[in-house]
């Protein structure tokens, strides 16, 4: 599919932040189709390592045929991120050079209307990134109870008329269960007013809930950047892009407690807690795609760059 060819998300602004060494070990924790581990294993020499992680079978095998090219080691491993110890310990790395971070679905991924992503095409109500889930969308749909169904809406879509959509929700699965991704972005048109219908779809935060549920996404995000920095090399930086305002939210938080650990009160003329900061914060604010990117790629308009750096000697950080 030529999409893999063409819709990585700041792309260049990542890898540039990665400061590749041709000698260096890095980890693309969510591979996709390959475009950023591409990149990376251009700057790559022959004792370069390139550590692709992704849960979706077809990503991987996609992404083994477009790096089989490059010189530097490869590794490819099928399973969640949140592991990134253990698989790091498995390979008997210890200590990486960069990791990098591009949050939430592949561009293929929505165009396979068999995935269950979009509600562009219609499909089964999957959403599950590793197949080898049982639950899917579908399942959430038919047997979560009213207050559950207002609570993903609200949390995980930061969708304002969450009651209402779950009202809709529930009525019409009274009837006939919702399968299909046709079906369900239709019952949630109809519970949006018209005069909200106009900018965007109605149905695409109610999609993005849902997809956030099936894969557990926020639930292991928080302590999976953790568990990065932990592994970074002394030196070694850490990208992750986001493209909605609650990942953003908890990557800013883990960044900015990981570079001012301090919880000594501000009235303490000198820190007294011990806690000394792990990393550096390389963007102040995040770094958006560039007007000509948003043009051509729709997906990138809501994405942001975030970047620390490991501390090299936490003994001389004042």
């Given at each position: 599919m030529d999409d893999f060819k063409h819709q990585s998300v700041l792309l260049k602004e990542s890898v540039d932040a990665l400061q590749i060494r041709p000698d260096g070990i890095y980890v693309d924790c969510t591979m996709g189709g390959g475009g950023h581990s591409e990149a990376i294993c251009r700057q790559l020499g022959p004792s370069g390592v390139l550590v692709g992680i992704d849960q979706d079978d077809y990503a991987q095998a996609k992404a083994q045929v477009r790096l089989s090219s490059f010189a530097c080691r490869k590794y490819f491993v099928r399973d969640n991120f949140k592991n990134i110890k253990t698989l790091l310990s498995d390979l008997n790395i210890d200590g990486v050079n960069g990791i990098l971070f591009d949050l939430g679905v592949s561009s293929f991924q929505y165009d396979i209307p068999e995935r269950g992503f979009s509600y562009h095409h219609n499909g089964p109500l999957d959403m599950r990134m590793d197949n080898r889930k049982t639950n899917t969308a579908a399942d959430i749909v038919a047997g979560a109870d009213r207050n559950e169904l207002i609570r993903i809406l609200r949390d995980y879509g930061e969708e304002k008329l969450?009651?209402?959509?779950?009202?809709a929700i529930i009525a019409r699965r009274?009837?006939?269960?919702?399968?299909?991704?046709?079906?369900l972005a239709a019952v949630v048109s109809e519970a949006y007013p018209e005069k909200l219908k106009r900018k965007k779809h109605p149905a695409g935060k109610t999609f993005q809930a849902l997809r956030i549920a099936v894969n557990g996404e926020l639930d292991i995000l928080s302590e999976t950047m953790k568990n990065a920095i932990d592994v970074l090399a002394p030196g070694g930086r850490l990208c992750v892009i986001t493209f909605h305002s609650l990942e953003d939210r908890?990557?800013?938080?883990?960044?900015?407690?990981a570079a001012d650990p301090c919880v000594c009160p501000k009235s303490f003329p000198v820190c007294m807690c011990g806690k000394k900061p792990s990393v550096i914060k390389i963007t102040r604010k995040p770094i958006i795609p560039s007007q000509s990117e948003t043009e051509n790629n729709r997906r990138a308009r809501s994405a942001k760059l975030r970047v620390v750096e490991k501390i090299v000697d936490l003994h001389n950080q004042s």
């Open positions: 969450a009651t209402r959509i779950a009202d009274s009837i006939k269960p919702i399968t299909e991704t046709a079906e908890m990557i800013k938080q883990v960044f900015n407690t």
